[in-house]
């Protein structure tokens, strides 16, 4: 009988982990969340960029089916909801050329429409997560030319 409660007790004190063992893990797994932290924050930022080049082409190819509908690009007036309501001056129009509205850019702000554009027939912009022009980064400009 007395065996089997020592036995009992060594179970007993082996099946836990000290409270010396645990800092050790926490400060093992805090050492590795600040070096791989900012590294993975850092490909998040990239990963909006790319998300708004997408969604970038995806509208220049609405654009491209509308103006085989149409005849024309929309008006800066009309701009990218034109896409997706038919405009009053629109003969041929065969929308709507978007699954659904026109979405915003991965920071929440409206793309920019300009029609003629500066760089190509029409320009697409997003100015990125700071919204205004310029930037490097996070903070740079994502547009169609």
């Known amino acids: 009988m007395k065996a089997q409660s020592n036995m009992q007790r060594r ?3 082996q099946a836990g982990l000290t409270l010396i063992e645990l800092l050790v893990v926490l400060a093992i797994l805090s050492l ?13 930022g990239g990963a909006k960029s ?3 080049k997408v969604q970038i082409k995806d509208l220049e190819n ?7 509908d149409v005849g024309r690009y ?3 007036s009309d701009g990218l909801d034109a896409l997706i309501h038919k405009p009053g001056n629109a003969d041929g129009w065969n929308g709507p050329y978007l699954k659904s509205k026109v979405p915003a850019d991965p920071w929440n702000n409206e793309y920019i429409y300009k029609f003629p554009g500066e760089r190509s027939s029409f320009d697409i912009i997003s100015y990125g997560a700071d919204g205004s022009p310029g930037g490097d980064g996070e903070n740079a400009d994502v547009s169609n030319y």
Not at 62 to 68: C, F, N
């Open 11 to 13: 179970r007993d004190r």
């Open 32 to 44: 590795l969340a600040g070096l791989i932290g900012p590294t993975v924050l850092n490909q998040l």
């Open 50 to 52: 790319k998300t708004a």
């Open 62 to 68: 609405a654009m491209e089916m509308y103006k085989l």
């Open 74 to 76: 929309p008006s800066n």
